[in-house]
């Protein structure tokens, strides 16, 4: 079992920033994929950041390239989302997702379907 944990979510003015932690428990986190997922509103929940569980290799959605950034600490146990310069359309509940089967050092995921914990999700809101 792993339980994930997030945190940092709130009200932000567009072109502010945010940084959310997802911290883990349970089995060895240093091991595992992660990965940034959100839903907005009448949306299907979709790809935000990915990173292997070295750290190494990061994906991002085009529309956060250049602005979020994935990034963990494996001694904390934590996966991190900077997020800056954020816009309306950035608005939803983001999740953060472990895979724990199946991967290589340098492997990261991108669909939903690739991963096998979730956790709780933290609200982001930037008004237009």
């Known amino acids: 079992q792993v339980q994930l944990a997030e945190s940092g979510g709130g009200l932000v003015q567009a072109g502010g920033s945010l940084r959310l932690s997802c911290a883990a428990a349970g089995r060895p986190f240093s091991r595992y994929p992660m990965g940034w997922f959100r839903q907005a509103p009448g949306k299907e929940r979709e790809f935000v950041a990915a990173v292997s569980f070295s750290g190494g290799s990061t994906s991002y959605t085009d529309s956060v390239k250049g602005r979020f950034t994935i990034s963990r600490d494996n001694a904390k146990n934590t996966v991190y989302l900077q997020m800056s310069s954020l816009k309306p359309e950035d608005t939803a509940v983001y999740y953060c997702?472990?895979?724990?089967?199946?991967?290589?050092?340098?492997?990261?995921?991108?669909?939903?379907?690739?991963?096998?914990?979730w956790g709780q999700g933290t609200q982001v809101t930037v008004p237009s």
């Open positions: 997702a472990a895979r724990t089967t199946n991967y290589t050092p340098t492997s990261y995921y991108t669909r939903t379907n690739e991963y096998d914990y």
